[in-house]
C-alpha cells in the first residue's frame, strides 16, 4: 500500500508536471490567467513568473496584462529576490502610472531597498539607497497610514549608518591612528549630534588629540597642546561627570606640564 501510495503521488506529480509544461507551450492565454492565478495562491512563483510573463508580453495594456505584472513584482519578493522584485516594482510604476497600486508599490520598492541592505560592517550604498526611497515614499504618501512605519524604518536604517561610523572611530583608536581618530571622531560629532555613542566619541577624540600631541614633532606641539585643551575643555563642560573625566584630566595635566 505503501508502494502504491508513492507511485500515485509521484503520477499526480509527473502529470501536473506535463499539464503545466502544455501550458507554458500552448496558445491558451485565459488558461495560463488562470493556472498563473493558481499558481500564485499556492505559493508557486516560480511557475506562476513563467506565465505572467508569457500574460503580460501578449497583452501588455490589459488588465490581465497589469495584474501579472504586478504579481511578477509580488512573486519576486516572495521568492526573497529583492533585486529583481524591485525592477518589476519600478517599472510598474512607470508603465502604469495611474495604478491605484501606486501607494503600495512605491512602499515595495522602499522595502526592496531596506531587505538589500546588508549588515553595518558592510559597505553602506544600499542602506542610503534605502533610506532614500523610503523617504520618498513619505514625501508622496504623507497621509499614508504607512508613514509611522516608514519613519522607524529610517531610524533603525540611520543607525546602521551610525553604527558603523562609530565603529571606524574606535579602529582608529585601537591600532593608533591619532590623526585619523581624532578626524573621523569630530566628522561623528557634526554628523550625529544626538548618537548614543557620543561621550564616547568625544572621549576618544580628546585622548587621540593629547596622544597625537605628544608624539608630535616640536614645532606643531604648541598648536597641538592648544588643540587638546580646547577639545577637553568643550567634553568637560558637556560631560561634568563622565566616568572618563579624570583620565582625562591627568593628559591635560602632563601637557601644562610641559609647557
Known amino acids: 500500500m505503501k ?22 507551450k500552448g496558445s491558451d492565454y485565459s488558461q495560463k490567467f488562470v493556472t498563473a492565478n493558481e499558481l500564485y495562491d499556492q505559493k508557486d512563483f516560480d511557475k506562476a513568473i513563467v506565465l505572467y510573463e508569457q500574460i503580460y508580453q501578449h497583452a501588455p495594456k490589459s488588465g490581465e496584462g497589469e495584474l501579472s505584472y504586478y504579481r511578477m513584482a509580488q512573486s519576486y519578493y516572495e521568492i526573497e529576490d529583492y533585486y529583481m522584485a524591485q525592477y518589476y516594482y519600478s517599472s510598474y510604476m512607470q508603465r502604469f502610472p495611474y495604478s491605484d497600486k501606486s501607494e503600495e508599490v512605491l512602499f515595495m520598492i522602499a522595502m ?10 558592510l559597505d553602506q550604498t544600499e542602506t542610503e539607497l534605502a533610506i532614500s526611497n523610503v523617504q520618498q515614499f513619505v514625501d508622496r504618501f504623507p497621509g499614508s497610514y504607512l508613514v509611522d512605519s516608514c519613519n522607524l524604518i529610517i531610524d533603525q536604517l540611520r543607525f546602521k549608518l551610525e553604527l558603523k561610523e562609530f565603529e571606524t572611530v574606535a579602529l582608529y583608536d585601537r591600532t593608533e591612528n591619532y590623526k585619523a581618530a581624532v578626524a573621523a571622531g569630530e566628522l561623528f560629532m557634526e554628523h550625529y549630534s544626538r548618537s548614543r555613542f557620543l561621550e564616547e566619541v568625544h572621549y576618544i577624540v580628546v585622548k587621540n588629540s593629547y596622544l597625537m600631541t605628544i608624539n608630535s614633532v616640536e614645532t606643531k606641539k604648541n598648536e597641538r597642546s592648544e588643540q587638546t585643551i580646547e577639545r577637553f575643555r568643550n567634553f568637560a563642560i558637556r560631560y561634568p561627570s563622565s566616568r572618563y573625566l579624570k583620565e582625562l584630566e591627568a593628559y591635560i595635566a602632563l601637557i601644562d606640564k610641559k609647557q
Do not use: G, M, R
Open 3 to 24: 508502494k502504491l501510495l508513492a507511485y500515485s503521488v509521484i503520477a499526480l506529480f509527473l502529470s501536473a508536471c506535463s499539464d503545466y509544461a502544455k501550458i507554458v
Open 112 to 121: 526592496c531597498s531596506v531587505k538589500n541592505s546588508p549588515e553595518h560592517t
